[in-house]
Nanobody, 119 residues
Framework: QVQLVESGGGSVQAGGSLRLSCVAPGYTSTANCMGWFRQAPGQEREKVASISTGVGSTHYVGAVRGRFTISQDKAKSTVYLQMHSLKPEDTAMYYC????????????WGQGTQVTVSS
């Protein structure tokens, strides 16, 4: 079992920055991949970024590449999503998730943190 708790969401103006945190005690013993997802009202959930817990390789969806950075601090059992140059279309509930299948599917989910970007 991996419990995940997100924080760091909020309301910012376009062009601003936020850093989301996902505290997941013991995740390195269970998960081999961690991901950030988002879901806007009326839209399907999409994966924003992922990181392999072993070597730290990362992957981003095209809409955020170059603006968002996923990272991990294993000592703190925390995965981060640094977001810069935020746009109104980034407005969504952001979820952290843990995968035991190399990012192919996600087994454990947090409850989410809301990000709202105003124009």
């Amino acid at each position: 079992q991996v419990q995940l708790v997100e924080s760091g969401g909020g309301s910012v103006q376009a062009g601003g920055s936020l850093r989301l945190s996902c505290v997941a005690p013991g995740y390195t013993s269970t998960a081999n991949c961690m991901g950030w997802f988002r879901q806007a009202p009326g839209q399907e959930r999409e994966k924003v970024a992922s990181i392999s817990t072993g070597v730290g390789s990362t992957h981003y969806v095209g809409a955020v590449r170059g603006r968002f950075t996923i990272s991990q601090d294993k000592a703190k059992s925390t995965v981060y999503l640094q977001m810069h140059s935020l746009k109104p279309e980034d407005t969504a509930m952001y979820y952290c998730a843990a995968s035991t299948t190399w990012c192919d599917g996600y087994d454990y989910w947090g409850q989410g943190t809301q990000v709202t970007v105003s124009s």
